[in-house]
């Protein structure tokens, strides 16, 4: 099973991630992640599904035409094809940001530890880990900066502003 980075807590991720298909209209037991372009599909079964109903992004996707629904999802992920791949973090300042999201924002894919401390400023609180990764070097990855000048999805004041808050 992947491990998953929650709350300075590496766990099992016990999500499926599904591409739900007209040719699928049954949602397996426990929780499952489906794609956006399944969203009235997991808008449906997440009253009726015995467990939880997330939705993924792949970096390409545009949330634009789902906005007003992202709130009834317990967890979003976005997905990495690859860690050279960057728009994945943009979409999450976007989710947190513009449109408010206030779940569980996953980050899954192709993940390397190196990129943990920068996916968490743009707003991602899970962190599904590459099965090459190790995690609790992962967990050290999260806190290795004391401090960011720059304001972020996850710190709202600049550093400056804080020395006149004392």
Request: proline share 5%.
């Amino acid at each position: 099973m992947p491990k998953l980075l929650k709350d300075q807590q590496i766990r099992n991720d016990d999500f499926q991630i599904r591409q739900q298909g007209p040719k699928e209209p049954f949602l397996p037991e426990g929780n499952v992640l489906l794609h956006v372009s399944s969203i009235v599909h997991a808008i449906k079964a997440n009253g009726q599904h015995k467990g939880q109903v997330g939705i993924w992004f792949d970096s390409s996707d545009e949330p634009e035409t789902v906005t007003h629904t992202l709130n009834q999802f317990p967890v979003i992920a976005v997905n990495f094809p690859g860690f050279f791949d960057g728009r994945g973090y943009s979409l999450a300042r976007l989710l947190r940001e513009r449109w408010d999201y206030q779940g569980d924002l996953r980050a899954i894919g192709d993940i390397l530890v190196d990129q943990l401390y920068y996916l968490k400023r743009c707003g991602f609180s899970s962190f599904r880990l590459r099965e090459d990764q190790n995690p609790d070097y992962a967990l050290a990855a999260l806190t290795t900066f004391s401090g960011n000048y720059q304001t972020a999805a996850d710190q709202s004041i600049p550093v400056y502003r804080l020395r006149h808050q004392l």
